[in-house]
């Protein structure tokens, strides 16, 4: 059955989709010694398919990896970054980096610290990375100054970023401190640089910002303890079930 080129390789595992598009631009994938072209379909019973010059076919998938790992400050969120920075494939042993298709799921800033889930699981990457899903994510960020209740209350039902308005959010106060404010923000969008762009916006600009959960997925796990900066874990099965179900009306 015809299938679009980048949704295969995804399904075998070779690359997330948005790496298999980018590895069908840069002419590294053939379909019948012929250059793929992006958007291209293709039969995986019928037609040879090459990456770098080397067939690939489902049989080839690796075994499915899910992992939670806690992404420290200045560590990038890519598979490889060509200004030389450390990427969170880094943090992860050999024999997992180099697992194929291993890769971050989503983002966070280059300064951001938090829970991040990486997979070679390429349909799960589509899933929680489309727009339609909203899976909650929970932050908790320091910023500047004390924002009070109507600047908080603006946040809450959205803010206009280029034209669009962002999503309705929770937003609470946790704590104060002499000249800042850490509040818990929980987001159903996940738009560039979103909460620092609003922070900005409304006039208090974030200083820090550490994502502690993705859905029901936490840092904090019981009878585990805290995954510590840097660290990473496997996905427990009723983490892999609550992310397979939270995608299964993602159109694909």
């Given at each position: ?18 790496e298999a598009e980018e590895m069908i631009k840069a002419s590294r994938v053939r379909i ?87 997979t070679n699981d390429g349909n799960l990457t589509f899933g929680l990375t489309h727009p ?47 000249y800042s404010s850490c509040l818990e923000i929980l987001l159903k969008e996940g738009r ?61």
């Amino acid at each position: 059955m015809e299938a679009r080129l980048q949704k295969i390789l995804s399904q075998w595992g070779i690359a997330s989709r948005r790496e298999a598009e980018e590895m069908i631009k840069a002419s590294r994938v053939r379909i019948n010694g012929e250059l793929a072209q992006l958007g291209q379909k293709a039969d995986p019973q019928r037609d040879t398919i090459t990456v770098d010059g080397k067939p690939m076919s489902a049989v080839q998938r690796p075994a499915l990896m899910y992992l939670l790992l806690h992404k420290p400050a200045g560590v990038v969120t890519t598979c490889e970054d060509p200004q030389g920075r450390p990427t969170v494939l880094d943090l992860l042993p050999k024999q997992i980096s180099s697992a194929q298709g291993i890769h971050p799921v989503g983002r966070l800033d280059v300064d951001s610290t938090g829970a991040l889930i990486l997979t070679n699981d390429g349909n799960l990457t589509f899933g929680l990375t489309h727009p339609s899903h909203n899976i909650p994510k929970t932050y908790r960020v320091l910023v500047k100054g004390h924002p009070p209740q109507e600047v908080l209350q603006m946040w809450r039902q959205g803010v206009v970023l280029e034209g669009r308005k962002t999503r309705p959010a929770q937003v609470r106060v946790i704590e104060k401190f002499a000249y800042s404010s850490c509040l818990e923000i929980l987001l159903k969008e996940g738009r560039n640089r979103q909460i620092r762009r609003v922070a900005q916006q409304l006039g208090y600009p974030v200083i820090e910002l550490h994502r502690t959960a993705i859905g029901s997925i936490q840092l904090q796990t019981p009878g585990k303890g805290y995954l510590a900066e840097g660290e990473y874990r496997h996905l427990e099965e009723f983490e892999i079930r609550f992310l397979k179900k939270a995608i299964q009306h993602t159109e694909v």
